[in-house]
């Protein structure tokens, strides 16, 4: 595995490699990590110029002057002219090989277009984890130092002087540690001002590094090594104990930590042992394994249903298509399969026809806690082959990850959206589990891509399929399926659990019943729980069944309110209430996670009578425990999940049955296999039902269905409960009968009727400032750049929605105001326009809040 991170120099003496494109072009475009304006591309890359004797190729990390500093840079092209009359040289390749391949080159350049971003921000999702970094300023003594003014110097200054001599070099960091950060800022000015201290420019310490471990091995053989340790073991016991646990230790050698920790004085036994010739030790690579120490029974192929069959012979079809066949078109699959309807076997099948093809698969899930099952199930396919990558990992597990699977070591990538760059050789096949889900889109920082789309692109670069799979699928992929651009495949029938082998045995969907709960306050329940609901569940806990209970919302209480004046405590960084929660801190915001006590008596009255408003996951859970004493409840939202492996750790408690009641949030309606789950109970389908957002209907829908495809997944069947006010909704009534093109005949339709996505694009504007007025003002401004632009250039179809505040006007302490841009093009609008700090600019948002 190269050593990327020891800042090796390729350029120092090195002689043109072979195979290397410096003959043929003097110049290199490099896409520099500097910072641009919002919205801005910045034209993508600059002109240097190779320096004689070193090798450069696209893909190239490199550093490179920039001003006066040093940056970091990817070498996009190799070119004999420069594009500017004077360039200055590469200082240094980082490492003799590139990272970037020609595909993912081209996929970077395609989402700096697409997503108006820098090119060196979208190239740098495709490096290792942990490897952009920045250089940072250091102060040295200067090297002619002039005595006579370092006689005008004030005591301070003197003292400051001192400092950066004894340590060689300061950093501005140690600078301000030392002086404070005003104060060293004014020290450093008049130190070089009087030519007495230079400033140079370094890099940053990575934040991540390869992990070395010293391994004890054995020198000779170990049928050798057994014999020397019985004839030792009177005289020399220690010795011969941790010659032994060498010799039926691993052939790689043994970790001296762990003899450390078995034998005491291990290290003077083996500096014994390494004297007579029977061992050595050496500093070896260590790999930060994720899944290190875990075993996943080895499974085979069950047989496929007829429709799986159907769908599987038009995957493979297109799998074993030359790429010069598809004229540049990717294979782009829609498997709209209900739940349980085994679309995991085929994307199984698909990665084993990658593989068997001599390529890769990468496989995408829109949740972390999703992964754990989706790991077992590739892995007892593909035992030892199976790489994973997501935030959840360490940042050493992270890069030991992409390390090894560009070195090629994996069959399959599983992770979550940011999995779709692994530097994986050829690509066969693409997959997106649960396409539907708005997690594939990237809304916190630049780039702001979409997973799908990114595939999709990605595969007519390298000629792979795409698989995306879903029970409730976008309606946006719905209807590329309708107009072509996506070929539909459809399981319409649930699989019952089938690991034999045999034919399939089919089952029916869960029976869903709609408690309304209007009709229950008027009867006089005042219970969370419906009539039917309690009545459902006593059954199932009565069979000692599973059930599922699904409320997405967190903590105990959603607002607390003074009963006196009406006071409801708010969050004071955002436009948003506090929700309570019974485990400290008590009072928290869901948006910025500021936190506080709750209050005894009301800030504003001063009343006494506070009250706890609302229901969330932990009243949920409380209030299961009273009305069902003998119940093992279990709870799965973020509150809970706070620390590495909690998902995994929750769901194998459930599955082993260690629990009979799981309470959770959306992270339930997410793909989970749960056979024994015979009940589901949606506590308050309405939440989300009225957000200020136009999915807001679909999204409601989908999670509906998604839950409701959790219960009925073995022998036993399933039900399902849905509580709401609102039983007349579309969205309702279409998750109420399970029945997908309902929903989609009457929400396209509104689509239509309002030109909403997909017969039209969307970019969003969003504005942040500390002061309110100031946020109104700006967004004003460039709203009225943009409509000085329609007028002029005359975009047909496109118009304007806003300036206005946001939903969440205030977050972090910051004011939003936003703007949509509606059109066919909408990115067209907003390209050239000149945007300071403090905008962002997401391409195709899911959502506008």
């Not at 001192?162 to 060689?168: D, M």
């Not at 010795?239 to 230790?249: C, D, K, N, T, Y």
């Not at 009273?626 to 194998?652: N, S």
């Not at 260690?658 to 989970?672: D, P, S």
Request: glycine content about 8%; aromatic content about 8%; hydrophobic content about 40%.
């Amino acid at each position: 595995m190269p050593d990327a991170r020891q800042g090796h120099d390729a350029s120092a003496g090195q002689d043109a490699v072979p195979g290397s494109h410096t003959a043929a072009g003097q110049f290199a475009d490099v896409a520099v990590d500097a910072p641009v304006r919002p919205g801005q591309t910045h034209g993508g890359t600059f002109s240097y110029s190779i320096p004689p004797g070193m090798s450069v190729q696209p893909g190239h990390i490199v550093e490179v002057p920039f001003g006066p500093k040093q940056l970091s840079g990817i070498v996009f092209a190799l070119t004999p002219e420069p594009a500017v009359p004077h360039t200055r040289p590469i200082t240094r390749v980082i490492d003799a090989a590139p990272w970037l391949t020609g595909p993912h080159l081209a996929l970077a350049s395609w989402m700096s277009e697409r997503y108006r971003c820098p090119l060196y921000y979208a190239a740098s999702l495709m490096t290792p984890p942990g490897f952009r970094q920045k250089a940072v300023a250091v102060y040295g003594v200067a090297p002619d130092e002039d005595v006579a003014a370092r006689a005008t110097l004030t005591p301070e200054q003197a003292e400051a002087l001192e400092f950066v001599r004894r340590r060689g070099r300061a950093s501005q960091a140690e600078m301000e540690e030392q002086f404070g950060k005003r104060k060293s800022a004014t020290l450093l000015a008049r130190l070089r001002q009087a030519k007495l201290a230079v400033r140079e420019w370094a890099w940053a310490k990575p934040q991540v590094q390869p992990k070395f471990a010293r391994m004890a091995a054995l020198a000779v053989t170990q049928g050798e090594a057994l014999a020397s340790a019985a004839r030792m073991q009177a005289r020399a016991p220690k010795q011969a104990a941790v010659l032994r646990a060498v010799a039926e230790g691993s052939t790689e050698g043994v970790p001296l930590a762990i003899l450390s920790q078995e034998f005491d004085g291990a290290w003077p036994a083996l500096e014994a042992l390494a004297a007579r010739g029977l061992v050595r030790t050496e500093q070896v690579r260590a790999v930060r394994d994720p899944l290190a120490g875990r075993e996943y029974p080895r499974t085979t192929a069950p047989a496929l249903t007829p429709e799986q069959a159907a769908a599987w012979r038009e995957i493979e079809t297109a799998m074993r298509q030359p790429a010069g066949q598809r004229h540049g078109e990717p294979a782009v699959f829609l498997l709209f399969g209900v739940t349980g309807s085994g679309k995991t076997e085929l994307y199984l099948r698909a990665v084993e026809e990658a593989v068997a093809q001599g390529k890769r698969g990468i496989v995408l899930t829109p949740e972390i806690a999703l992964t754990p099952q989706t790991i077992e199930r590739f892995s007892g396919r593909f035992p030892g082959r199976v790489a994973v990558l997501h935030s959840e990992l360490s940042p050493g597990e992270q890069f030991d990850e992409w390390w090894r699977i560009q070195q090629g070591e994996f069959d399959v990538v599983i992770g979550s959206r940011g999995a779709i760059f692994a530097p994986l050789g050829e690509i066969g096949v693409i997959v997106l589990d649960e396409e539907h889900e708005w997690t594939y889109k990237e809304q916190e920082r630049e780039p702001r891509y979409h997973a799908r789309e990114v595939a999709a692109q990605l595969a007519a670069l390298t000629g792979a399929t795409v698989i995306l799979g879903s029970a409730t699928p976008g309606i946006e992929s719905f209807h590329r399926a309708h107009a072509g651009q996506y070929r539909l495949l459809e399981l319409p029938r649930r699989i019952l659990d089938n690991t034999s082998g045999a034919e399939a045995e089919m089952g029916a969907l869960p029976s869903v019943t709609v408690a309304d709960m209007r009709e229950e306050l008027k009867a006089g329940n005042r219970s969370i729980f419906s009539r039917v609901l309690r009545e459902a569940m006593e059954q199932s806990l009565a069979q000692d069944e599973q059930v599922i209970l699904f409320l997405n919302r967190r903590g105990a209480a959603t607002f607390v309110q003074c009963r006196a004046c009406g006071y409801v405590a708010r969050c004071r960084r955002c436009d948003a209430t506090m929700t309570f929660h019974d485990d400290a801190p008590p009072m928290r915001c869901h948006q910025c996670n500021y936190h506080t006590e709750a209050p005894v008596r009301c800030p504003d009255c001063g009343s006494a009578h506070i009250r706890y408003m609302g229901l969330g996951t932990q009243r949920l859970e409380q209030e299961v425990q009273k009305a069902f004493p003998a119940a093992r409840t279990l709870r799965w939202d973020r509150d809970v999940t706070g620390t590495r492996g909690a998902h995994e750790a929750i769901l194998q408690q459930f599955r082993e049955h260690r629990a009979n009641v799981l309470i959770g949030t959306q992270m339930l309606a997410k793909g989970l296999h749960l056979p024994r789950v015979t009940l589901v109970g949606a506590v308050n389908a309405d939440i989300g039902l009225y957000a200020p957002d136009f999915r807001a209907a679909e999204r409601v829908f989908q999670t509906l269905c998604q839950v409701a495809g959790r219960s009925g997944r073995g022998e036993a069947g399933g039900r399902v409960v849905l509580q709401t006010y609102q039983p007349d909704h579309y969205a309702i009534a279409a998750a109420t009968m399970q029945d997908y093109r309902s929903f989609y005949d009457q929400e396209i339709a509104k689509r239509m009727e309002l030109a909403l996505p997909p017969f039209t694009r969307l970019v969003r504007l969003v504005y942040h400032h500390s002061n309110a007025g100031a946020a109104r003002r700006e967004a004003e401004r460039v709203h009225g750049l943009l409509q000085q632009r329609l007028a002029q250039q005359g975009f047909p179809s496109t118009g304007l929605v806003g300036p206005a505040p946001a939903p969440y006007e205030r977050i972090r302490g910051r004011y939003r105001w936003h703007i949509l841009v509606r059109g066919p093009d909408p990115p067209a609008v907003t390209n050239g326009i000149v945007l300071p700090e403090g905008w962002t600019v997401d391409i195709d948002p899911v959502q506008v809040m």
